[in-house]
T-cell receptor, first 118, second 114 residues
Framework: GAVVSQHPSWVICKSGTSVKIECRSLDFQATTMFWYRQFPKQSLMLMATSNEGSKATYEQGVEKDKFLINHASLTLSTLTVTSAHPEDSSFYIC??????????????FGPGTRLTVL | AQSVTQLDSQVPVFEEAPVELRCNYSSSVSVYLFWYVQYPNQGLQLLLKYLSGSTLVKGINGFEAEFNKSQTSFHLRKPSVHISDTAEYFCAVTVSYNTDKLIFGTGTRLQVFP
């Protein structure tokens, strides 16, 4: 149980175009999902917290107009990279939160999406 | 603010040998600690966690970790590794009052050779 999927797993796009990445919780409902970014040989950095039915909360330094997040249902959150540039090339990972353990909010992670902007 | 340091970016080891992956953290408040494993083209999978209680925690796949508050460490160990343990391992920390905010280390690549 608690499987999270991402689509696509790999995307290449031209500079200036927009790219949408989907994150789905397959066998559970997630009112909260998270989007992370991972540069090569670096740690995962939290970009934003996505809440179903409300606006996302962005971490300091993350451009909300560039990284649009929509959490339209309890099983789907999308991240749209608008007007992508080569510096946006990265590995994007989502996670979905559950409350199976009352002690803490456990996150289940998707497999990630590798974005390459040419 | 919290931070996590994984001193070893790569750890090569032969099959059936013991291994220790090091993790140190910095925090002025109570924390929860985690180890995640990431296999190629897969998401992060929780290996084990420390929330409270016994400082020696056992996880999946034969891994264990010991929380050492005085040394602010949470090293991961396995007495005998398999080829299938080859993966990227991430240490992470969160504060007990806001467990949504996971802070990750930079990861350690464990490479097991036959």
């Amino acid at each position: 149980g608690a499987v999270v999927s991402q689509h696509p797993s790999w995307v290449i796009c031209k500079s200036g175009t927009s790219v949408k990445i989907e994150c789905r919780s397959l066998d559970f409902q997630a009112t909260t999902m998270f989007w992370y970014r991972q540069f090569p040989k670096q740690s995962l950095m939290l970009m934003a917290t996505s809440n179903e039915g409300s606006k996302a909360t962005y971490e300091q330094g993350v451009e909300k107009d560039k990284f649009l997040i929509n959490h339209a249902s309890l099983t789907l959150s999308t991240l749209t990279v608008t007007s992508a540039h080569p510096e946006d090339s990265s590995f994007y990972i989502c996670s979905a939160r559950t409350r199976r353990d009352p002690s803490y909010n456990e996150q289940f992670f998707g497999p990630g999406t590798r974005l390459t902007v040419l | 603010a919290q931070s996590v340091t994984q001193l070893d970016s790569q750890v090569p080891v032969f099959e059936e040998a013991p291994v220790e992956l090091r993790c140190n953290y910095s925090s002025s408040v109570s924390v929860y600690l985690f180890w995640y494993v990431q296999y190629p083209n897969q998401g992060l999978q929780l290996l084990l966690k420390y929330l409270s209680g016994s400082t020696l925690v056992k996880g999946i796949n034969g891994f264990e970790a010991e929380f050492n508050k005085s040394q602010t460490s949470f090293h991961l160990r396995k007495p005998s590794v398999h080829i299938s343990d080859t993966a990227e391992y991430f240490c992470a920390v969160t504060v007990s009052y806001n467990t949504d905010k996971l802070i990750f280390g930079t990861g350690t690549r464990l490479q097991v050779f036959p």
